[in-house]
């Protein structure tokens, strides 16, 4: 009999935003899985370290991070194969994911791959959304309000739509596309609206207003903006 | 000196999706609140049953659920009221919330009145819309995705636009709303995207296609919707 394929949501990066059942399961794990960058630590890795057992068995796949999708594809196929090695051996195989699994996460790609021959269970995590609007506490969207999630690198008239038919927004991903995603929101009048987070709940997390944002941003920054249209308090 | 407000998502109904700093600080409590329906359980109340201590002091606020906002209103006043008491007393107050308290959650209402003189911190849950899609086994969104959240008392025009505009979306307080979002749904012939859940985690869970989704819903239900406009993978 085949192993369990579970895909872990390991929240925005502080290790105690982690829900308890994926530290139950982290710990239990006989083999533990993780994507890094070619060279670098796991972020996924590093929220989840405290959890690993010694004697854990650890598969890391390197997946490149290339304008191509060819590398990437490759790299997924590998680790698909690594991982049904372990599965097939009749082990449990506990995939680490940064956030959320099915929220902008990567574990899809594994589970395009492997959820139709093996059993999956995905355990959610707290999205860095979430995170984003607890750390500035700002109330994100209430009652019959619209919220939209909006990746940075979209064109400017797809931000635009965006940003104008939702009462609240979060773009993500603005990493070097701080600039261009600011002068869309001021052309809206809205900058006053915006906040600015890098690094939400790590150590070096910072929030600003908008117009005081680093400009490139780091990789892991975002925007929210609400529009308060119903403040029923 | 007063003592601090705690807002803590407690996720979306399995105690076991709550978080380790969620399980932690309900546990070293002196006093938890949280909100219910006049004569019913507290449904936030249940999720953390598990984790509030002997001799824990519990303020429990009814909260009318009416068409006008007024009754509601003088609820959170009172319950304000009450919290701010035991904060001047010097003792946490801990707020019990379902989900993620900032998404849709109660708990804004009671920042909105207790911010500005007490130090709040939010500790973020996994929301019901992470809960779903992994129930469901379902991607939610990825890339370069847009992703939406409408309430389903919108009217149909607006969650027409919604559903054109992104690449996934999430229908919350499906309810008595059923019928009518499902023919809006069928109407942009989206219906084969869309699954139905309710009461996601718990042990009443049921998942559906929208086509066989009862109606009128359970408040607790939800659709989810995704085009899978650009399924690399």
């Given at each position: 009999m085949s192993g369990v394929l579970y895909g872990i949501g390991l929240g925005p990066g502080d290790p105690e935003l982690m829900t308890l059942k994926a530290?139950?399961?982290?710990?239990?794990a006989a083999v533990v899985a993780y994507p890094c960058l070619p060279g670098a630590e796991s972020f996924a890795?590093?929220?989840a370290a405290g959890m690993i057992r010694?004697?854990?068995i650890e598969l890391a796949f390197e997946v490149p991070m290339t304008p191509e999708r060819t590398p990437a594809q490759m790299a997924y196929d590998k680790a698909a194969k690594e991982i049904t090695g372990a599965l097939e051996a009749g082990g449990d195989v506990v995939v680490l994911c940064e956030g959320d699994p099915f929220f902008y996460g990567s574990f899809m790609y594994l589970h395009a791959r492997l959820s139709e021959r093996f059993t999956v269970e995905v355990v959610p995590g707290v999205t860095s959304v979430s995170a984003a609007s607890a750390r500035m506490g700002l109330p994100l969207v209430a009652r019959n309000e619209m919220f939209s999630v909006l990746p940075a690198p979209l064109e400017d008239a797809a931000l635009r739509a965006g940003l104008d038919a939702a009462d609240s927004v979060a773009i993500i991903k603005v990493g070097r596309h701080l600039g261009r995603v600011r002068a869309v929101i001021e052309g809206l009048g809205l900058t006053k609206r915006?906040?600015?987070i890098e690094r939400a709940t790590l150590g070096e997390e910072r929030v600003l207003p908008l117009c005081d944002a680093p400009d490139p941003a780091p990789y892991f920054s975002m925007i929210l903006l609400t529009k308060g249209a119903d403040p029923w308090l």
């Amino acid at each position: 009999m085949s192993g369990v394929l579970y895909g872990i949501g390991l929240g925005p990066g502080d290790p105690e935003l982690m829900t308890l059942k994926a530290a139950r399961l982290i710990s239990e794990a006989a083999v533990v899985a993780y994507p890094c960058l070619p060279g670098a630590e796991s972020f996924a890795r590093k929220i989840a370290a405290g959890m690993i057992r010694e004697g854990t068995i650890e598969l890391a796949f390197e997946v490149p991070m290339t304008p191509e999708r060819t590398p990437a594809q490759m790299a997924y196929d590998k680790a698909a194969k690594e991982i049904t090695g372990a599965l097939e051996a009749g082990g449990d195989v506990v995939v680490l994911c940064e956030g959320d699994p099915f929220f902008y996460g990567s574990f899809m790609y594994l589970h395009a791959r492997l959820s139709e021959r093996f059993t999956v269970e995905v355990v959610p995590g707290v999205t860095s959304v979430s995170a984003a609007s607890a750390r500035m506490g700002l109330p994100l969207v209430a009652r019959n309000e619209m919220f939209s999630v909006l990746p940075a690198p979209l064109e400017d008239a797809a931000l635009r739509a965006g940003l104008d038919a939702a009462d609240s927004v979060a773009i993500i991903k603005v990493g070097r596309h701080l600039g261009r995603v600011r002068a869309v929101i001021e052309g809206l009048g809205l900058t006053k609206r915006a906040i600015y987070i890098e690094r939400a709940t790590l150590g070096e997390e910072r929030v600003l207003p908008l117009c005081d944002a680093p400009d490139p941003a780091p990789y892991f920054s975002m925007i929210l903006l609400t529009k308060g249209a119903d403040p029923w308090l």
